[in-house]
Each structure stands twice: as structure tokens, then as C-alpha cells.
């Protein structure tokens, strides 16, 4: 291989001609922002290992990232009310950001070194790499949060951070530097390839860069097998893009991951293409298609929807985004990044810092919108991109309507792209996927009527509201989010300004289903949602917005159950509407104004309350509507032109008339949807099609999904009995034997009127963690940093399911926390006491007609917390359902509901 990891000598010797002729602005500037870096005599590293809070780096009162400042690391200002603050907290996330930042200026050095031959930048970076080599081994693996890492607490911002340092050596040495290489490879690419290499993250974002970073120094230290399990291994590169990247070019995800995952695909495909390993022409085709999916489904302010767990109103008029356009341009030709390009150059955008000279590697931090040219994009085009990029064109926005079938995400635009419709119906995104299948879309240029908020910080405890179906402006049921589970399409079609989605899900497995249809017009949009259940349930659609209260209209307080995980506990102010329904409303924000009638044919209750807002905004109101019954249905319509009179619906037809005297009639036969507008004698009609008539298999209900599990018999002096040894272990940093071999008996055995449940634990020096008022490492439970026990119960007669967390108490009791997730569980107790080997916990769950009743089958796992002194979070689990290769990272107390030891009660 001629050349570097990114590109061959001769692409290279062009490239100088390029950094110093069309592109020299981009090279000058980049060249700037490594000033401080070039004037400075050492180059300083913090002896500190990064470390995680609740509180790091964000301001207390707004919520928002501090700014990042690298010659700032004990003061830090909030970019909101400009308060700097000091904490040792803010100090210890700020070095997140400054490795990653300093990393990446060692990138800056080499490429401006091997472009525009300038020997103070490849000399800096020289120092960087230099500087890592001695102090890289210092930084311990120890209380990680996601995975093993030494300067970090994840692996993944090892992997890009080790990436930089790779991709600088590499070029450095293209360039002839041959000083530093030994030292890097031995002191800091070896170690960090063993540490990432072994914590694979299956189909996570985090994986893409794990596969770089192994790819990128595995074939710089010959790694050959490295190599390979990189790109086409089970979660390699090649699975990513088959599985990860779906086939209509969008991240699985959602938009935030969308972006950040494909920067590494792009270093994935490109060194794979320099090692000549071949990507499937499909699969490069959708790798190319992914360079437009960002622009595809921006709403009209430009920003990209906040879909799962984004952040919110990200702009798309960043550096970053500009300059994946460019690359994917540079790739090949492509109209749509063109058109983006046009728009995000222009000039008549306010002037602003882009941030590029404080940007932290490939971690997201977005920032605001500002005025770009292409000397604001990255390292990367000045190797890559395009020379000159074609003469003329406008600045378009997208005004098309986007349907991504695979993402399950239709988009309908109305106005020249200011109206924007959607229904989000598909997959449901993995681990950072939210349950809000069917969620309904509606914004009209700036005003965000119905939309999703995305998610705050992953350490606060709000990331349980925006998490739940609740939050979001889609169906649950029984006062529970939604399972998880893929939405199904079951019609699509558009012609011209009269479109139509129809869509389903599963709401209750296996027992209760809902549809969603919205047709969208030029000036409104209908919004028709049915759902039939085998079973009585209570269904609930969110509505968030907060509707003028009217004539007739009043408000009485209302109490709801608030059970944890549903996002009913986060719930303030709730009240119940007085009298009949709503059959109209009126939403007013911001001088805007939106109108809605709505129609139900059974009897239901409104509801409002407060609740968070967008994250870092205040608390806001919110309406939603609940029915009880086995089957039902709900319509509505919502305008954003003030010309329609009146809306009538009938069982069969909605019918409105508008101001300039028409009247549109809308009703569905044979499967398609038809739509007469009648204005004098003069009539037409619009029919849409597109029915889907693919099978639906239905979800089982939990308890048919296990009910395959081997039962174990209990009977009078016949207990169950189990040794959780290694293959139990579930790992964090040090595997079972070096975290002292713990081990535990687990004995489960009935009598007259209750299960016992008893855990003898052996380890040496058990720690039972004080009780802690809160969490401040993250939104955890404080008790699972603890030895102790987590304990899961499923009925499965009446499908109740709950968990309790146990830590036992030097006083003599036990700290009982209890999860209950659905359904009535039965009562329990605990003790503890300590024995010559570890300790020992017993815990009995009654019996009887809300307990487990007599002959009754039942369901637990058993999970047990361990830790040592010199640690703040857990060393390991054990598992009584068996734990080989897993890790204990991000867990939490929550299990997978299907993984449960089967029981059987068997009274003489």
C-alpha cells in the first residue's frame, strides 16, 4: 500500500496543489487555530483520568454544556448566563473534551504538514504523540462507565481519540517522520488496541468507532485477524452497514447517532478501500446515500428533528454537516449536497465562532448556526475535498415530502417546505430508541406544534420522561410506555398536495393493536387513530400542546397513578377537564396560531399537566386524551390556514368547507383513500393508494414468549438450588478471577405461605454502600454501586412483573427499593446477616391470592451487586441466569424481562 490509511502518495501530491491554491483559506485557517498550540513551549496533559457526574460540565441552573475552553481548565462559563464555574467535577469533564481536542490537533499538525510542508505543525505533532507516549500508561482502568479505557470512562472515546493519534503517526510517516513511531506504537497503540478490542458493542454507534480505531492500528501494527474481525466480523464494518445503516441510507438510531455514526463509516470504507478489502457495490451505494439522509429530513428552521435520544434544535448550519456534503461530494455527484452546500454558504447568515478551533475530535458538540465558507470546514477536506465546487445554483431547501420506509419515518411538505407533517411508525431504534411509535409531527415554519423533544443529559433523572411514551405524541396503553417493537406500514401515498401514511403497532403484545392514518393537504391535516384489544385497556394519546381554554371549558384537579418508568411520575398540576369533550380547540404560541376539531366514538376523559419541556427550557402544559374499552376510535383536524369554516364528521366521512367556498369530502373505499373537492358545479377527486398487504406477525405477550422455559418444581423439602460461579460473572474492567473470584449458593424453596429466596454470597470484604439521597455519578439508583441484590418476579397468570433492589444495612435491616412495573406484585421481606465467608440475604414473597398463590407458576432472576472499597461504581454482577462474555456497563438495575428461572409450585 502506497500512501497512508486515508489516501495514496499520488492523491496526496495533488493535494498539496490543492492546500495551496482553491483551498489555501482552509489551510491558513486551520493553521490559526493551532497558534496557541505552535507558540506554546510544552505541551500539558492532565495527570487526571476523566471522570463522569450528574453536575460535570453542565451549568446547574440551565442544564446546557459548559463552554469548552482548552486553555481553561478550572474555569468554565455557561454559555447561557455566562456564570463560570470551578468544581473539581467540571474540571474532570473537561478533560474529556481537552484529550480529544489536543488529539486532534496532533491530526491538524500532520495533515498541514504533509500539504503545505510546514515543519512547525508536523513538530507539534511530533510533541503531542510524544507527550502521550510517556503519560498514556499512567491513566488507570478503573471505575469506567461504558466500557475499559485509561484516560476516559468509555471505550468508544478511546477509540476515536486513539484513531486521531493513529492517523496523525500515520501521515507523519508518509511524510518521512520516523522519530516517534516506536515509542507511539508500543507505549500507546498496542495497549490501546487490547483494551478496545476486547469490548465489542454489537450494533451500538460506539461500535463504528471501536471498528476505526481497530482497523486504523491494526493495520498499522499488522494485525491482520484485528483487521479482518474490524470489518467483516459480526459487528464489524461491513454489519454496519447492512444492518446499521438501513437501506433507504438512515442510521437505525435516529438523526443525532445518524450523523455521528457515519463519520466513522467514512474512516471505516476509506481505510478499507486503502487496504483493498471490498465493500459490496449495495452497500456502498447506501453508505453514499447516508451523505444526504441529514438534509432529507430537516425541518423548515433547518435544524434536524429531534427524533430518540437527539438533542434538540441542532442546526444543520455547522461546520461538521458542510463538510460530510463535501465529502460526499467528493465521492461522486449528487444534487441534493450540492443544493445543501449552496445553503449552507450563504452569505446572508449571520456572522458567528463555528467552533472548529475548539472542536473535540469526531465527539458530538453541536453548537449554534453561524455563517460558513469552506475555510470553515476540518482537516479532512483539505485531503478530500472537491478543488472547486461548481459555479452557480440556489439556495434550496428541502420542499419535497421524504418517505425513509426503512426508518419508518414519512415526511409530508406543504408550503414550499414550511409545513412539515410527519409520522414516525418504524423501527424502533435500538438503545437509544424511544417508545413512541406513531408519533404524530406537525410544525408550520418556526412553530413546533406537535413534535419529539429528543432527549437531555444522559445523567439526569428527566431522561425518564423524554424515554417514555408519554412524553412524545403517540398511543400507550394501560399507563405503561410502549414495548419495544417495530411499527408497521400499511399504506403510503402521494400526489401533489394530497398525501396519505397509514401505519400499526402492537401497543400490548400480542393482545391489543393500534393504527394511525394522517392524509395531509395543502392546509391541513386529518389524524385518525383506532385501536381494537382482546382485553379491557386504557388507552391515552398525548397531545403536547396547550389548547385556549374556551367557552364552557373549565378545569377541576385530577390524581393519576405515578408509577416510576411510565412517565406519569414526572407529572405536575394534572386536572380533568369538566363536562363534555373537546370538540374543537385552539393552540396560540408566539403570535402564531393552530386550530383543531376532534371526534371520538366512545366516551373519554381530558386530561392536562406539566411537565418537562424541551431540555433546557422551563416546564410546560400539555393535554391528552384517555378512553377505556376494548376498541375505539379518534379523529381530528388540524389547520394551519385560517380559511376553514367547519368540519363535520360522519362514521364514514370527514367533510370540511374552507373559506373560498369548496368543500373537500374525505373517505376511504376498497383500501384506498378518496378526496372530492367540489367548489360550484365543478368537482374532482384525488384516490390514493399504495395499500401494503405484507402479514403482520403478532408480538406474544411476554408470557407466551417464555413460556418455553424449563420449569423447576417446588415442593415441600424439595428446593431449587444453584452455584453462580464465572460463567455467572457479568465483567466491568477486571474479568471474575481478578476481581477476586466471587461466588454465591441461590436456593429457592416454598412453603404454606411464602417463596423464600436465599442468597449466600461468598467474596471477601463485602461493602454495603450507605444510603445515599441521590445518585452523583448518574441517574442510577445510588444502590446498584453497592453490594447487594437485585431481585425480579413475573407472574405470568396475571402477567404482573416487579423488581426490588436490596442492599443490606449495618444497622441490621434491609434497604429496600422496589420497582414495580406492571400489575399487583405480592409483598416482600428481607433480612441479612453477615457470614465467616461474605453474607448472606433472605428475602420471602407471600403467598396467596395476590401473591403466588397456591400451584401457581412464577419467574425470577437474581442479580447480585458487587464492589470493592477503592471503587465509586460496581466491579461485576452475578447472574443466576448466566452472564458469559457480557459486561456490566450501562445496565442499571433493569434485566431483560425474557431471561427468568421458571418455576412450579407443588403443594402436598
Known amino acids: 500500500m502506497a500512501g497512508s490509511l486515508l489516501i495514496g502518495s499520488d492523491a496526496l501530491a495533488s493535494r498539496r496543489d490543492v492546500a495551496a491554491g482553491p483551498l489555501a483559506p482552509l489551510a491558513q485557517s486551520l493553521r490559526a487555530d493551532l497558534a496557541p498550540l505552535l507558540e506554546a513551549p510544552n505541551i500539558q496533559l492532565p495527570s487526571e483520568k476523566a471522570r463522569m457526574t450528574r453536575t460535570g460540565g453542565r ?46 490537533r496532533a491530526v491538524h499538525g500532520a495533515v498541514l504538514g504533509v500539504t503545505t510542508d510546514a515543519p512547525d505543525c508536523r513538530a507539534l505533532s511530533v510533541r503531542i504523540l510524544d507527550a502521550y507516549a510517556d503519560a498514556y500508561l499512567d491513566y488507570p482502568n478503573k471505575d469506567n462507565v461504558l466500557g475499559p479505557t485509561r484516560p476516559f470512562f468509555s471505550t468508544y472515546l478511546e477509540s476515536i481519540w486513539t484513531l486521531q493519534l493513529a492517523v496523525a ?34 450494533s451500538s454507534n460506539r461500535q463504528v468507532w471501536n471498528n476505526a480505531a481497530m482497523m486504523a492500528v491494526g493495520a498499522m501494527l499488522g494485525r491482520t485477524l484485528i483487521v479482518e474481525r474490524a470489518f467483516d466480523g459480526k459487528s464489524g464494518l461491513l454489519a454496519h452497514l447492512r444492518g446499521g445503516l438501513l437501506a433507504d441510507g438512515s442510521w437505525y438510531e435516529g438523526e443525532n447517532y445518524h450523523q455521528f455514526a457515519h463519520r466513522g463509516l467514512w474512516y471505516g470504507v476509506t481505510i478499507a478501500e486503502r487496504l ?45 454537516f458542510a463538510e460530510s456534503a463535501e465529502l460526499g461530494l467528493a465521492r461522486q455527484d449528487d444534487p441534493r449536497l450540492q443544493a445543501a452546500l449552496v445553503e449552507l454558504y450563504r452569505d446572508d447568515v449571520q456572522a458567528g465562532d463555528t467552533e472548529r478551533a475548539r472542536s473535540t475530535a469526531e465527539a458530538e458538540r453541536n453548537v449554534g448556526p ?70 404524530l409531527w406537525l410544525v408550520d415554519g418556526p412553530s413546533r406544534w406537535l413534535e419529539d423533544v429528543g432527549t437531555g443529559s444522559y445523567v439526569e433523572r428527566a431522561l425518564f420522561w423524554y424515554r417514555s411514551t408519554l412524553a412524545h405524541n403517540a398511543p400507550l396503553a394501560n399507563g405503561t410506555s410502549q414495548p419495544y417493537g417495530d411499527g408497521l406500514l400499511r399504506a403510503w401515498d402521494e400526489q401533489g398536495d394530497v398525501g396519505w401514511v397509514e401505519a400499526e403497532f402492537d401497543i400490548v403484545p400480542g393482545r391489543a393493536r393500534a393504527t394511525r392514518r394522517i392524509v395531509v393537504m395543502r392546509d391541513y391535516v386529518i389524524d385518525e387513530l383506532w385501536w381494537a384489544s382482546a382485553d379491557e385497556i386504557t388507552l391515552d394519546l398525548p397531545m403536547h400542546v ?66 418537562p419541556g424541551p431540555p433546557g427550557s422551563a416546564p410546560r402544559r400539555f393535554i391528552f386524551a384517555r378512553w377505556r374499552g376494548r376498541a375505539g376510535r379518534t379523529r381530528s383536524v388540524w389547520a394551519w390556514d385560517a380559511g376553514i369554516s367547519n368540519v363535520r364528521f360522519t362514521p364514514e366521512t370527514v367533510a370540511l368547507s374552507l373559506g373560498d367556498g369548496s368543500l373537500h369530502a374525505h373517505r376511504e373505499i376498497k383500501q384506498s383513500w378518496h378526496v372530492r373537492t367540489t367548489l360550484g358545479d365543478a368537482s374532482s377527486e384525488v384516490v390514493l393508494g399504495g395499500r401494503v398487504t405484507n402479514p403482520r406477525q403478532a408480538s ?80 442510577e439508583d445510588p444502590d446498584i454501586n453497592s453490594d447487594g441484590i437485585q431481585l425480579y418476579l413475573f407472574l405470568p397468570d396475571s402477567q404482573a412483573h416487579g423488581s426490588w433492589l436490596l442492599v443490606p444495612d449495618h444497622a441490621g435491616g434491609v ?44 419467574m425470577l432472576n437474581v442479580v447480585i451487586n458487587e464492589i470493592s472499597r477503592d471503587r465509586e461504581r460496581r466491579r461485576g454482577q452475578l447472574v443466576a441466569t448466566g452472564a458469559t462474555g457480557e459486561w456490566v456497563y450501562l445496565r442499571g438495575d433493569r434485566e431483560d424481562p425474557h431471561r427468568l428461572l421458571a418455576f412450579e409450585i407443588v403443594d402436598a
Open 370 to 439: 453561524a455563517r460558513l465558507t469552506r475555510a470553515s470546514l476540518g482537516w479532512k477536506s483539505l485531503l478530500y475535498a472537491r478543488a472547486q465546487l461548481d459555479a452557480g445554483g440556489t439556495a434550496t431547501r428541502q420542499a419535497s415530502s421524504v418517505h425513509l420506509a426503512s426508518q419508518g419515518l414519512a415526511i409530508f411538505r406543504r408550503q414550499a417546505g414550511q409545513v412539515y407533517v410527519a409520522l414516525d411508525y418504524g423501527v424502533p431504534g435500538g438503545g437509544h430508541g424511544h417508545p413512541d411509535r406513531l408519533n
Open 815 to 858: 434497604r429496600v427499593t422496589q420497582r414495580q412495573a406492571g400489575g399487583s406484585v405480592p409483598a416482600l421481606e428481607a433480612d441479612w446477616r453477615l457470614t465467616p465467608d461474605g453474607y448472606r440475604v433472605r428475602c420471602r414473597i407471600a403467598r396467596g391470592p395476590r401473591g403466588l398463590g397456591i400451584d401457581r407458576a412464577f
Open 276 to 320: 483493498g478489502l471490498v465493500v459490496p457495490d449495495e452497500l456502498r451505494s447506501r453508505f453514499a446515500e447516508a451523505f444526504a439522509v441529514p438534509f432529507g429530513t430537516a425541518l423548515p428552521d433547518f435544524t434536524f428533528p429531534a427524533r430518540r435520544d437527539s438533542q434538540y434544535g441542532v442546526s444543520l448550519r455547522q461546520w461538521r
Open 546 to 611: 396547550d389548547p385556549e381554554e374556551g367557552p364552557g371549558t373549565g378545569w377541576e384537579p385530577a390524581e393519576l397513578p405515578q408509577a416510576q418508568g411510565t412517565g406519569f411520575e414526572f407529572l405536575r398540576e394534572i386536572e380533568r377537564a369538566k363536562g363534555k369533550a373537546f370538540d374543537a380547540l385552539t393552540v396560540s404560541r408566539d403570535g402564531a396560531s393552530m386550530r383543531a376539531w376532534m371526534q371520538s366514538d366512545a366516551p373519554c376523559e381530558w386530561y392536562r399537566a406539566r411537565a
Open 700 to 779: 406474544p405477550p411476554l408470557s407466551d414468549a417464555i413460556s418455553n422455559l424449563p420449569r423447576h418444581v417446588l415442593a415441600a423439602g424439595r428446593p431449587f438450588t444453584m452455584e453462580l460461579g464465572e460463567r455467572h460473572y457479568r465483567r466491568s474492567e477486571l474479568p471474575w478471577e481478578a476481581a477476586g473470584s466471587p461466588e454465591a449458593t441461590l436456593r429457592v424453596a416454598s412453603g404454606r405461605d411464602a417463596v423464600d429466596v436465599d442468597v449466600h454470597v461468598r467474596k471477601a470484604e463485602p461493602y454495603f454502600a450507605p444510603a445515599r439521597p441521590e445518585n452523583p455519578l448518574d441517574n
Open 59 to 104: 451549568c446547574p441552573v440551565h442544564g446546557v454544556l459548559l463552554r469548552f475552553d482548552p486553555q481553561s481548565p478550572r474555569a468554565h462559563a455557561c454559555p447561557i448566563c455566562g456564570e463560570t464555574f470551578t468544581g473539581d467535577e467540571h474540571y474532570r469533564w473537561w478533560i474529556v473534551n481537552y484529550q480529544l481536542w489536543l488529539a486532534e
Open 169 to 202: 503517526l500515520d501521515l507523519l510517516e508518509q511524510g518521512g517522520e520516523a522519530g516517534v513511531g516506536d515509542r507511539v506504537r508500543e507505549r500507546v497503540l498496542e495497549p490501546s488496541l487490547a483494551l478496545i478490542a476486547e469490548y465489542d458493542e454489537g
